[in-house]
């Protein structure tokens, strides 16, 4: 079940543009399994909401700046939830986790635009708090065979920054450019074996892009 609002203030120059919306959501999932050594029955269920607002503020001529913020809910496809295996090589073992959990993760954006005859320049920043993300990990029971399975790992952050530049140099060439910075914590990790692991685990990444388009 859900519901959606929308609001405008401002009049007629709509200075002020408010959207928000709110969905509700409960979900039961219940799975058995024929005798095993590794997976029991379960069964769990939830109720949660998800709200959606989004803020935009005509600043000036060509400017606007927005605020958005939600959550959301991923749940896990069936391809990860598989518990029949599958070999890569005499080695390596790959199988789902049916007891993986659905991950949460809430979103909040700040964007800038200016836009002007010739062109316009697009920055933004976001983060992304992510609760139970499930990822895959990889056990070694014995020497010599690795086992890649999935597990929900604690918390995850994800913190990001993006620019865009376009200008129309002449009637037929544009000049654009793009820069996309993004980093990704994770603050603690549980693995396959149910065993809790205390640690941090960071990355960046860098994407920066320059070209050219002629209009024929």
């Given at each position: 079940?859900?519901?959606?609002?929308?609001?405008?203030?401002?009049?007629?120059?709509?200075?002020?543009?408010?959207?928000?919306?709110?969905?509700?959501?409960?979900?039961?999932?219940?799975?058995?399994?024929?005798?095993?050594?590794?997976?029991?029955?379960?069964?769990?269920?939830?109720?949660?909401?998800?709200?959606?607002?989004?803020?935009?503020l005509k600043a000036g001529k060509g400017n606007r700046i927005s605020l958005f913020y939600n959550r959301r809910i991923?749940?896990?496809?069936?391809?990860?939830?598989?518990?029949?295996?599958?070999?890569?090589?005499?080695?390596?073992?790959?199988?789902?986790?049916?007891?993986?959990?659905?991950?949460?993760?809430?979103?909040?954006?700040?964007?800038?635009?200016?836009?002007?005859?010739?062109?316009?320049v697009f920055a933004a920043a976001y983060y992304k708090d992510i609760k139970d993300p499930y990822t895959r990990v990889y056990i070694n029971p014995v020497p010599?065979?690795?086992?890649?399975?999935?597990?929900?790992?604690?918390?995850?952050?994800?913190?990001?920054?993006?620019?865009?530049?376009?200008?129309?140099?002449?009637?037929?060439?544009?000049?654009?450019?793009?820069?996309?910075?993004?980093?990704?914590?994770?603050?603690?990790?549980?693995?396959?074996?149910?065993?809790?692991?205390?640690?941090?685990?960071?990355?960046?990444?860098?994407?920066?892009?320059?070209?050219?388009?002629?209009?024929?």
């Amino acid at each position: 079940m859900g519901g959606y609002h929308r609001n405008h203030w401002g009049g007629i120059t709509e200075i002020c543009n408010i959207e928000a919306g709110l969905r509700g959501e409960y979900t039961f999932v219940s799975y058995k399994f024929a005798p095993n050594n590794y997976f029991s029955d379960d069964s769990y269920d939830y109720f949660d909401f998800f709200p959606n607002v989004r803020v935009t503020l005509k600043a000036g001529k060509g400017n606007r700046i927005s605020l958005f913020y939600n959550r959301r809910i991923d749940r896990p496809g069936e391809d990860v939830l598989r518990i029949f295996p599958k070999y890569d090589d005499p080695g390596v073992l790959k199988v789902g986790n049916p007891s993986l959990r659905p991950q949460y993760t809430q979103n909040v954006e700040l964007a800038y635009r200016l836009t002007w005859t010739s062109g316009s320049v697009f920055a933004a920043a976001y983060y992304k708090d992510i609760k139970d993300p499930y990822t895959r990990v990889y056990i070694n029971p014995v020497p010599g065979v690795t086992i890649k399975a999935y597990d929900n790992v604690g918390r995850a952050t994800n913190l990001g920054f993006e620019m865009a530049f376009d200008q129309k140099i002449t009637k037929i060439w544009n000049l654009s450019a793009t820069d996309i910075f993004n980093t990704m914590g994770i603050r603690q990790n549980l693995n396959a074996n149910g065993l809790r692991v205390e640690y941090q685990n960071y990355y960046e990444s860098q994407v920066v892009s320059i070209g050219a388009k002629y209009k024929f």
